[in-house]
Nanobody, 113 residues
Framework: QVQLVESGGGLVQAGGSLRLACVASGRTNSIYIIMWYRQAPGKEREFVAGIKWSGGSTPYADSVKGRFTISRDNDKNTVYLQMNSLKPEDTAVYYC??????WGQGTQVTVSS
């Protein structure tokens, strides 16, 4: 089992920045990828960014390319999502996901106009 805990969400004005963190625990040696997803009210959950635990490419959704950066700190079992130039349409609950089976509880991000 893998447990994931997100943090770092909050309320920010448009144009501002936030950094989300996803801390993994449990069987972390079974993790090969961690991804960030988000779900806005009334919308389906969507992929935001991903990063392999061992390194390599970091895919992003088109809507966040150039504004969001995903990174990892393997020593801390933590994946970060640096979000810059935030827009009101980035408002959502942000979730991290490990492999295909494990999800965190989510952290709310609200961007005011």
């Amino acid at each position: 089992q893998v447990q994931l805990v997100e943090s770092g969400g909050g309320l920010v004005q448009a144009g501002g920045s936030l950094r989300l963190a996803c801390v993994a625990s449990g069987r972390t040696n079974s993790i090969y990828i961690i991804m960030w997803y988000r779900q806005a009210p009334g919308k389906e959950r969507e992929f935001v960014a991903g990063i392999k635990w061992s390194g390599g490419s970091t895919p992003y959704a088109d809507s966040v390319k150039g504004r969001f950066t995903i990174s990892r700190d393997n020593d801390k079992n933590t994946v970060y999502l640096q979000m810059n130039s935030l827009k009101p349409e980035d408002t959502a609950v942000y979730y991290c996901r490990a492999n295909s089976a494990y999800w965190g509880q989510g952290t709310q991000v609200t961007v005011s106009s």
